[in-house]
């Protein structure tokens, strides 16, 4: 007797286009996990700007439509395909990537993306660890090959990622400091690793960061937003700083003649650059940051599968990021 394929709720998008496109199906059938793959029952999942790119069509990786959106899901492995050692039925898990899309009830990863979830850190934390902290990781130690004593600014310090670099940043040893434009955003950013947080919104921070970090400047900037703070970032470096590109809405105009006095550099932060290897790296270091804990993923607003659409506009349009937006599934 054939055996009757389990469905599930989740995300499709048919076409590119405004939140409105994302639309909740209750009969999608769960996916069964193949040669090193592994299926989750989803409990959470991080919702990344990234993905609302993704879903308007304007970033360079589209995938084939119809697709389910999301990559970093925490939950319990339901099943797990062949020559899977690592995981079995039960564990708690958390990714850096799914094959079917996070915005779902059940979702299936490679082996290699899923990485296992300590008891001390809940779904919700989970669900916000694979791109902010491995971003973070990469954009720090990684590509601007941060030295304890060296001093970061975090621009945009209040969101995922931001948080994530505050507390990294902070661990390894380096002067922090952040910007975020509300009260709430500013006290935590100031929990989470900063030693001095600047309002982004007051049309005079740039001249109170420069003030607190005098003549030398600053080490490495990590920059959520290039669109806006480019040109102001290259006055803040100090001789060889690095601007590390991890978030960016459109096109600057920036004089290439304020990189020539400082020798600084403008680097761009792709995650999925990142070799197998090297996310095994960042891996091990997030996976000792959660024991020792220093790595504590702060949980911003939280939505149902339901209210997808609102959090994919509220992740853009909201005034003043704090903590990281989740979907809950359970």
């Known amino acids: 007797m054939a055996t009757v394929q389990k469905l599930m709720r989740a995300i499709r998008v048919f076409q590119f286009g405004g939140p409105e496109v994302l639309k909740l199906h209750s009969d999608i059938a ?3 996990p193949k040669d090193h ?21 304007t970033y360079r990786r589209k995938p084939v439509l119809p697709y389910t959106p999301g990559s970093d899901v925490a939950g319990i492995i339901e099943a ?3 020559n899977v050692s690592t995981f079995k039925e039960g564990d708690r898990v ?5 094959i079917s899309g996070g915005y779902a009830e059940y979702a299936l990863a490679a082996d290699h993306t899923v990485y296992t979830l300590p008891e001390k850190v809940d779904f919700k934390q989970g669900a ?11 954009a720090l130690l990684h590509s601007a090959r941060v030295k304890a004593g060296e001093s970061v600014l975090v621009h945009g310090a209040s969101g995922g990622v931001g948080l994530a670099a505050c507390q990294i940043a902070r661990a390894y040893g380096l002067k922090v400091l952040g910007t975020a434009g509300t009260e709430e955003g500013q006290n935590l950013v100031l929990q989470n690793g900063a030693h001095e947080v600047f309002n982004h919104r007051e049309l005079n921070y740039i001249d109170k960061i420069k003030k607190s970090v005098g003549e030398k400047g600053i080490d490495v900037i990590i920059e959520m937003l290039a669109n806006v703070n480019l040109s102001n970032d290259l006055n803040l470096l100090s001789y060889g700083g690095r601007v590390m590109v991890v978030g960016s809405r459109g096109p600057i105009e920036i004089n290439p003649q304020d990189t020539i006095p400082k020798e600084c550099s403008i680097i761009g ?18 996976q000792a940051g959660m024991e020792v804990g220093w790595l ?11 209210k997808v659409a609102q959090a994919h506009k509220d992740i853009i349009h909201n005034s003043g990021a704090s903590g990281k937006m989740i979907l809950l599934l359970e």
């Open 269 to 286: 932060v792709a995650l999925y650059s990142s070799t197998k290897e090297e996310f095994k790296q960042f891996a091990a270091a997030i």
């Open 94 to 98: 958390f990714t850096t990537g799914t």
């Open 30 to 32: 769960v996916p069964i």
């Open 128 to 138: 916000a660890i694979g791109i902010p902290y491995f971003t973070a990781y990469r």
């Open 296 to 306: 504590r993923p702060v949980i911003g607003s939280q939505y149902s599968l339901e």
């Open 80 to 82: 797990v395909g062949d």
């Open 37 to 57: 793959q592994v299926l989750i029952k989803v409990h959470a999942c991080g919702v990344n700007p990234v993905e609302t790119y993704i879903r308007a069509g």
